[in-house]
C-alpha cells in the first residue's frame, strides 16, 4: 500500500445519480486486484479529515495515461460531494490499494456477479478480469429504482446472462436480486459467486450459496477511519479455523477485508456462536439493536480507545 | 524536504523524559500505530521518536460492538474498547518484532483491576527486555469501583501507578490521563506521588453522536472518545495546566496533533515529547512529517535543542 497522488483525468456522470472519476495513479493502477479499494483524501480541509474508502470500479491498463484507475459514488455526504466538484487536472490523494480483494477460480468457471446500487462498484473491474482469465461472466444487477442501477449498460457488454431487479419494477424483474438469483444460478450452471451491496443483501445472498454449497465470496462495507489495518473500526465476524481452532474473530475489513468468504461471515453477530466467557458478556440480539454487528462485546472495555 | 534529524547543522532533535531517551520528539500513540507492522509499509519504524503499541490487557480483549467510530467536525468519536490479543502475544510476537526493526517502544497497559494491571507488569518485567517505556492507560473502568475510570479517581490512580512501578522498578512508568476530571492537577499528583516517572496528556475525551434519522446514537456503545483536532487546544490547556503545578515532570503531550505546529504547542506548554494518533490514520507518515516541520522550526528560530522548547512559553 502506498500514499499516491493522482491527476483526476476525467470526471464523467453514470445516469442522474453517480460520479465516476478516473484517475492518473500508475502505482496503484499496477497493483491492484479487483475487490480492493482506495481510501481517498476529500479535500484539505480540517472539518473532515479522515480518508473515505472507495472501491476501484474499473482499471484502465492500455492508452496514453496508463494505468489509470476510476472511482464511482454517489454524494452522500461531504466527502462525496468534494470528489463530485473534481474536475480534471485536479490531484486527488489516496491510499492504496488497500485490502484483501476477490479470489479468481482456478479452473475455468461459471461465475455469477451479484451488485446491489452503488455496491455493484468493483464487479465491473472483477468482470474485466474474469473474462481476460477466460471465466464465463453472469450479471445480477439490483436496486431500489431504474436510476439507482449502475451502469446498467456495461454489465449487458460483460455478461454472459444478465438480469436486472427493481424494487419498483421501474425496470427489469421488480424485487431484489435474491429474488431472482436461485433462478439465474440454475440456468448459468453457476460454479462461483460474488457479490457486493447493502449486508442484508450479502446475508440473503450468503443463505441462498450456502443453502447450494455454491462457493461466495462477499465484498462488504464497514465504517472505516484508517483503512489500513490500525484503528480497529472495521471489525466483521468472520468463523475461522476448524474443529478444536474454530472460533469467531473479529478481523478487519479494511485489511483482512473487504472481501470474504461468505460462508463464513456471522450475519446476525450470533452470541451464541462465540466463546463460552465471551457469549455472558454479549446478550443476543444487542448489537443488532444498534443496527452493528456483535461478535464484540466487552461491557467492561471503556467506551473510548 | 529534510526528514532526518542532522548532526551538521548543530540541531538535535532527541528528548529526554527523565530515563527515556528519544530520536525525535514526536511518538506513535497508543491504539493509532497498531504494533508498527502496518505503518512499516509507509515509514522506517525506528526513525519515529517511538511507538506506544495499542494498549494490552491480561488476556484478549474482543472489544466493543460496530458500529465503532463516526466522524465528527474536526475529530471522531471511538469506542474500540481495546480489542487486543493481550500481552502475551505482545511479548511473543511483536515485541520481537520491534525490536528487529530497531523501534523505541513503549507498551501500553490496561485493566480492570489493579492486580490485572500489576499482572500485566509482571509479565513485562521478564518478557519485555528490551521496552523504553510502559504507559498506563487508566482510562478504564474499575470493576472494583461500580465500573469508575481508574483515570477519575486520584486513590485508583495512584493504587494502579505505584502497582505498576513495583512490579517494573527499572523502567520509565507514564500514567496517561484522562482529561474528563475535575482537577486534573489532583490526578496528576497523585499519579506523580505514587512514583510514575512521567505523564502522557491527554486522553480522548468523552462524546457523543447521534444519527437523528435513525434517532440511534451514532455509535453502538452509545458513548465514545473524541479525538483529532478538535481536542487539541484541550490537551493543550491540559499540559500547560499540569507542566504549571508539577514543572518537574516529563509529559507526553498529545491530542489532536495534525502538524509541527500543534506539535510545537505542546512542546511550548511544557511537554518534553509529543504523541500523534488520529493524525496517523489519514496520514501514515504524520510522525515524520511532524518530527522534519519541528526541525525546520527550531532552524528557523536558532534553536539547538529539543529541551530549550519545553515550556518556553512567554507569559505574562
Ligand atoms: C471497502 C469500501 C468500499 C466502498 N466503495 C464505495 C464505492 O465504490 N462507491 C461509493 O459510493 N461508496 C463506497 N463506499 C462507501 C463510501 O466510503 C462512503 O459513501 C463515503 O465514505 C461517504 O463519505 P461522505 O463524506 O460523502 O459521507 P458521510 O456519511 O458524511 O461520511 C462520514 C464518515 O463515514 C464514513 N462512511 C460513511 N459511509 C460509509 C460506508 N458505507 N462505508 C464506510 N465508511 C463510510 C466515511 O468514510 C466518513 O468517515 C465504500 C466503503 C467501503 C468500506
Ligand atoms: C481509534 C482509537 C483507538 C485508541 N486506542 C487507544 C488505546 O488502546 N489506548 C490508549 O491509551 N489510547 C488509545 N487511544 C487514544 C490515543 O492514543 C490518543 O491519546 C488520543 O486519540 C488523542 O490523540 P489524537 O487526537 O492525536 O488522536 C485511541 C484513539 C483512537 C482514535
Ligand atoms: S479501518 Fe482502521 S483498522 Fe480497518
Known amino acids: 500500500m502506498i500514499v499516491s497522488s493522482g491527476e483526476v483525468l476525467s470526471h464523467r456522470r453514470y445516469g442522474e445519480h453517480y460520479h465516476g472519476i478516473t484517475v492518473v495513479a500508475p502505482e496503484i493502477g499496477e497493483r491492484v486486484r479487483p475487490g480492493q479499494f482506495v481510501n481517498v483524501l476529500c479535500g484539505r480541509g480540517r472539518a473532515h479529515i479522515l480518508r473515505r474508502p472507495f472501491s476501484v470500479h474499473r482499471v484502465h491498463r492500455r492508452g496514453g495515461w496508463a494505468p489509470t484507475i476510476e472511482i464511482v459514488f454517489d454524494v452522500r455526504g461531504p466527502g462525496t460531494a468534494y470528489l463530485a466538484g473534481l474536475r480534471g487536472h485536479e490531484s486527488l490523494d489516496m491510499l492504496g490499494p488497500a485490502g484483501r480483494g476477490f479470489a479468481l477460480p482456478q479452473r475455468r468457471a461459471h461465475c455469477l456477479l451479484v451488485g446491489g446500487g452503488i455496491g455493484a462498484a468493483p464487479l465491473f473491474f472483477l468482470a474485466d478480469e474474469l473474462r481476460a482469465a477466460g471465466h464465463r461472466v453472469d450479471f445480477v444487477l439490483g436496486a431500489r429504482s431504474a436510476d439507482l442501477l449502475l451502469n446498467p449498460i456495461d454489465v449487458r457488454r460483460l455478461a454472459s446472462v444478465y438480469r436486472i431487479t427493481t424494487e419498483d419494477g421501474s425496470q427489469g424483474t421488480t424485487g431484489r436480486v435474491t429474488d431472482v438469483l436461485e433462478e439465474v444460478i440454475d440456468h448459468c450452471g453457476t460454479e462461483v459467486v460474488y457479490a457486493c451491496g447493502p449486508h442484508p443483501m450479502l446475508e440473503a445472498v450468503a443463505a441462498v450459496c450456502g443453502a447450494r454449497r455454491l462457493p461466495v465470496q462477499v465484498a462488504v462495507e464497514e465504517l472505516m477511519a484508517c483503512g489500513w489495518g490500525v484503528c480497529l473500526s472495521c471489525v466483521m465476524p468472520v468463523r475461522t479455523g476448524r474443529g478444536r481452532d474454530a472460533e469467531v474473530s473479529l478481523l478487519r475489513s479494511c485489511t483482512e477485508g473487504p472481501v470474504f468468504n461468505g460462508a463464513r461471515v456471522v450475519w446476525d453477530g450470533d452470541a451464541g456462536a462465540l466463546p463460552p466467557e465471551q457469549s455472558e458478556l454479549a446478550p443476543a440480539g444487542s448489537a443488532r439493536r444498534h443496527g452493528g454487528y456483535g461478535g464484540a462485546d466487552d461491557e467492561h472495555a471503556p467506551p473510548g480507545n | ?316
Not at chain 2, 37 to 54: N, S
Not at chain 2, 132 to 159: G, K, Y
Not at chain 2, 250 to 259: A, E, L
Not at chain 2, 276 to 282: D, H, M, R, S
Request: glycine content about 10%; proline content about 6%; overall charge neutral.
Open chain 2, 1 to 316: 524536504m529534510s526528514t532526518r534529524p542532522r548532526a551538521t547543522d548543530g540541531i538535535d532533535l532527541s528528548t529526554t523524559l527523565d530515563g527515556l531517551t528519544l530520536r525525535t520528539p514526536v511518538l506513535a500513540a497508543s491504539g493509532t500505530f497498531g504494533a508498527g507492522r502496518e505503518a512499516a509499509q509507509f515509514v522506517d519504524l525506528h526513525r519515529i521518536g517511538g511507538i506506544i503499541v495499542k494498549s494490552m490487557t491480561l488476556r484478549p480483549w474482543r472489544g466493543r460492538p460496530t458500529p465503532r467510530m463516526y466522524e465528527t467536525p474536526s475529530g471522531m468519536l471511538n469506542a474500540i474498547g481495546i480489542q487486543n490479543k493481550g500481552v502475551d502475544h505482545f511479548i511473543a510476537e511483536d515485541l520481537p518484532w520491534l525490536l528487529r526493526k530497531k523501534a523505541t517502544v513503549v507498551a501500553s497497559i490496561a485493566g480492570n483491576t489493579v492486580q490485572e494491571f500489576i499482572k500485566i507488569a509482571d509479565k513485562l518485567r521478564t518478557g519485555g527486555r528490551g521496552l523504553a517505556a510502559v504507559e498506563i492507560n487508566i482510562s478504564c473502568p474499575n470493576l472494583e469501583d461500580r465500573d469508575n475510570m481508574f483515570s477519575h479517581s486520584p486513590t485508583a490512580t495512584a493504587e494502579v501507578v505505584s502497582g505498576v512501578k513495583r512490579a517494573l522498578p527499572k523502567l520509565p512508568v507514564f500514567a496517561k490521563l484522562s482529561p474528563n476530571v475535575t482537577s486534573l492537577t489532583d490526578i496528576a499528583g497523585a499519579a506523580l506521588e505514587a512514583g510514575a516517572d512521567g505523564l502522557s496528556l491527554i486522553n480522548t475525551v468523552f462524546g457523543m453522536a447521534i444519527d437523528v434519522e435513525a434517532r440511534r446514537p451514532a455509535l453502538a456503545a452509545t458513548t465514545g472518545g473524541l479525538s483529532g483536532p478538535a481536542i487539541r487546544p484541550i490537551a493543550v490547556r491540559a499540559v500547560h495546566e499540569v507542566h504549571r503545578a508539577f514543572p518537574h515532570a516529563p509529559i507526553i503531550g498529545q491530542g489532536g496533533i495534525t502538524d509541527a505546529h500543534g506539535a510545537i504547542e505542546m512542546l511550548l506548554a511544557g511537554a518534553s515529547a509529543v504523541a500523534v494518533g488520529t493524525a496517523n490514520f489519514f496520514n501514515p507518515r504524520a510522525t515524520i512529517e511532524i518530527a522534519a516541520g519541528i526541525e525546520d522550526y527550531m532552524r528557523r528560530h536558532g534553536v539547538g535543542s529539543v529541551a530549550d522548547l519545553v515550556g518556553a512559553l512567554k507569559e505574562g
